[in-house]
């Protein structure tokens, strides 16, 4: 069984960066697709990138340009780098697993595996 923990979150300014990690113990990452996945207060929660277990990544549309995944299965972490965040950004964070197929799924109902979140918060 895998266990995940994200890490990296907090407070940051309008147009300021912050990159997240998940640091997978258990098993090896590079079993997994991976994705982040984001919930606001009161929305639900929103996909927002995957990395596949042969590298292909894939975005949420609107935020391909400010938002970067990239995994180190070495570490077994999986990173998630944010710029230029604003305020609608302020959510919790969580990554999630999914045994791998080669391509991330979308729906959280096919991940096997989450983390407890962390919270970013943009605001000045």
């Known amino acids: 069984q895998a266990q995940l923990v994200e890490s990296g979150g907090g407070l940051v300014q309008p147009g300021g960066s912050l990159r997240l990690s998940c640091a997978a113990s258990?098993?090896?990452?590079?079993?997994?697709?991976m994705s982040w996945y984001r919930q606001a207060p009161g929305e639900q929660r929103e996909w927002v990138a995957g990395i596949g277990t042969i590298g292909t990544t894939k975005y949420a549309g609107s935020l391909k340009d400010r938002f970067t995944i990239s995994r180190d299965n070495a570490n077994n972490t999986l990173y998630l780098q944010m710029n230029s965040l604003k305020p609608e950004d302020t959510a919790v964070y969580y990554c999630?697993?999914?045994?791998?197929?080669?391509?991330?799924?979308?729906?959280?109902?096919?991940?096997?595996?989450w983390g407890q979140g962390t919270q970013v918060t943009v605001s000045s």
């Open positions: 258990g098993r090896k990452l590079s079993m997994y697709d």
């Open positions: 999630a697993a999914a045994v791998g197929l080669g391509v991330p799924p979308l729906r959280p109902d096919e991940y096997d595996y």
